[in-house]
């Protein structure tokens, strides 16, 4: 596990500071880090949707109360970005316990309705605070960018690469212990593995937690990437879609699966909303949920599985 | 403050049957056929877009625009469901496969609607939108009393489509014991197919009734999706006049906090009477 750790981890960094000395185009660095973000959205909603079975459809609000907690951190109280980020996490992941003890009641549809009607209530409350900007919004700063970095988009850029590292890497140790074994026992029949002994409802705040902190995470740079932030585009249905779209296309059941559809996917959009447009951009993805819905549920790793076997 | 008071609970009993209307197809669809038709307030928005299309260009009264849209809208629902039924329910799939394809479809639909005719906000006209009625103090708007009526009708032909006709009572057979209605020599898919097409058939005039009252854009769709299943899970799933009733609670509900609390504030309270009943009673008021 140790070896298996560190060695990419150091790679990884390495990878974030000694990319930006060989490309100097700072549009890879902006579309870089999109994709980055949502691979660690798209991971952090498999935690809960694709092992326990629980469809979140409110992955904009804990992204934009990462965002608000992250921008409030950075301007009123001069925070630095990897403090602000751990508040952005602590404040999301208490978000996600709460939800958490919503899976008591709340199974299936439910569960997935009152998720979106929580995301649409935060973004109610933020639109109509005035102290965060209201509907207004906030602008944000960048800091000086500091050496090696010459652009302070290419800091955050390996920033977001060395999270998203550590949140794929989380995923995968979780995926690979007694816990996702667990989880995936809920997601089949709750009941029968509560009858076995499985902690359901202490799993399932585990998982609910967990995944709002590293949505909460995923949100707190976005200020600085921004550099204004309001409630309408931060919390766009645009986030959700994309962020259970890419474990979908890529697989749900491997924490693989996010990762290949948030390069896959996120990727594309980069390129057709460069190419195209944005609004053709949003058509290709609502058409490529539908389609990997119906025609690969199982997403991409399950047709190569398929084909192997 | 009393006359205020007054006038905001006739707005919201209004209002409160225009909500009926647009959610009664989701109380067939989701409540009857166990269909989670996230996408249903979207098909709202795009019967808004058919009736201002045909208001703008012909010049019909909307709800007469809505009215004629629906027979296509019937046909809609019929091959969306056909695509349902073979990708999911026949095979079995876990129902949250089913939810995410309608909230691509939801996504679709407003993607396709931007693609057409932009973000701008689009308005009808009829010579009933702007005129009001005075009874007394209360002041009734024939903009908010038509829906009202509209709904209410709606309310009662479905209705007495679900109890009175065979098909119906086949479809509310089917939403009891699919088994048991095959047993009986009835085809279960069909009767859900139909039901699901009026289901869909109802958003058209929904969607005019919507735009009669305000602008319409795009994405306005996913602020009703909080309303409509408020209104099916308060009203008991699958239960057509409990639908009016809770309807009726939360309108009045809506319009009490946006004239005491501040307009800003209506929306919250769909979505959290809705967390509230998830919470406390999921059965809803009026189980059938």
């Known amino acids: 596990m140790k070896k298996s750790f560190f060695l990419p981890a150091i790679a990884i960094i390495a990878l974030g500071i000694l990319l930006p000395q060989f490309v100097k185009v700072s549009y890879f660095y902006f579309a870089g880090y999109i994709v980055l973000q949502f691979m660690i959205l798209a991971t952090a909603w498999n935690l809960l949707g694709g092992y326990v079975g629980y469809v979140n459809f409110g992955v904009g609000g804990f992204f934009v109360i990462g965002a608000y907690t992250s921008a409030v951190m950075l301007l009123f109280l001069k925070s630095n970005i990897i403090i602000a980020m751990l508040a952005a996490g602590i404040l999301s992941g208490a978000l996600g316990f709460g939800v958490g003890y919503l899976t008591i009641r709340l199974r299936g549809i439910f569960f997935a309705i009152a998720t979106l009607a929580l995301s649409i209530i935060i973004q109610m409350v933020i639109v109509n605070w005035h102290w965060l900007g209201g509907a207004n919004g906030l602008y944000i700063f960048r800091p000086e960018p500091f050496p090696p970095f010459s652009d302070y988009l290419e800091f955050l850029f390996a920033l977001m690469l060395f999270v998203a590292f550590l949140s794929v890497m989380l995923v995968r140790y979780i995926e690979k212990s007694w816990i996702g074994k667990c989880f995936i026992a809920i997601r089949d029949t709750e009941e029968a593995s509560e009858c076995m002994g499985v902690p359901t409802f202490r799993l399932k705040l585990l998982a609910t937690t967990l995944s709002g902190f590293m949505m909460g995470v995923a949100g707190a740079p976005f200020p600085y990437y921004i550099t204004y932030l309001e409630p309408y585009s931060a919390m766009d249905l645009l986030i959700t879609v994309n962020s259970l779209a890419m474990p979908l296309v890529g697989g749900t059941a491997h924490w693989l699966g996010p990762v290949i559809g948030a390069i896959l996917l996120g990727g594309a959009q980069q390129i057709v909303s460069v190419t195209i447009s944005s609004e053709w951009n949003l058509l290709i993805i609502g058409i490529v949920l539908i389609a990997f819905v119906i025609l690969a549920p199982e997403g991409i790793i399950g047709l190569i599985q398929r084909r192997r076997s | ?288």
């Not at chain 2, 809208?73 to 969306?80: D, E, K, L, M, Y």
């Not at chain 2, 002041?139 to 119906?168: A, D, E, K, Q």
């Not at chain 2, 009669?212 to 909080?226: A, H, Q, T, Y």
């Open chain 2, 1 to 288: 403050m009393f006359e205020l008071v007054i006038n905001a609970i006739v707005a919201g009993i209004l209002l409160g049957g225009f909500y009926a209307a647009i959610t009664l197809g989701l109380s067939v669809s989701f409540g009857m056929l166990d269909v989670v038709n996230i996408a249903h307030p979207g098909f709202i928005i795009l019967g808004g877009y058919g009736v201002w299309l045909l208001n703008t260009s012909l010049g019909l009264d909307p709800v007469l625009a809505g009215l004629i849209l629906s027979p296509l809208f019937f046909f809609i629902g019929i091959g969306v469901y056909l695509v349902f039924y073979n990708s999911f329910e026949k095979r079995g799939a876990d129902s949250l496969r089913g939810l995410v394809f309608f909230f691509g479809v939801l996504f679709l639909i407003e993607v396709t609607l931007i693609l057409t005719f932009g973000v701008d906000y689009r308005l009808v006209r009829a010579f009933w939108i702007g005129k009001s009625i005075e009874v007394g103090f209360v002041g009734i708007s024939l903009r908010l009393f038509i829906p009202f009526l509209v709904g209410v009708i709606l309310t009662v032909v479905l209705y007495l489509f679900f109890s009175r006709t065979f098909l119906g009572m086949i479809t509310r057979g089917v939403a009891q014991d699919s088994t048991a209605v095959r047993l009986m020599g009835a085809n279960p898919i069909l009767a859900k197919t139909i039901a699901f097409g009026l289901s869909i058939a109802t958003t058209s005039i929904a969607g005019a009734l919507l735009i009669s009252i305000g602008p319409v854009e795009p994405g306005l769709g996913r602020e009703f999706i909080g309303r409509v299943f408020a209104v099916t899970v308060l009203a008991g799933m699958g239960s057509i006049s409990g639908t009016l009733i809770a309807a009726i609670i939360l309108g009045v509900a809506e319009s009490l906090t946006a004239t005491l609390g501040g307009p800003a504030w209506g929306m919250a309270v769909s979505f959290g009477i809705l967390l509230i009943v998830l919470g406390v009673k999921p059965s809803g008021l009026f189980r059938r």
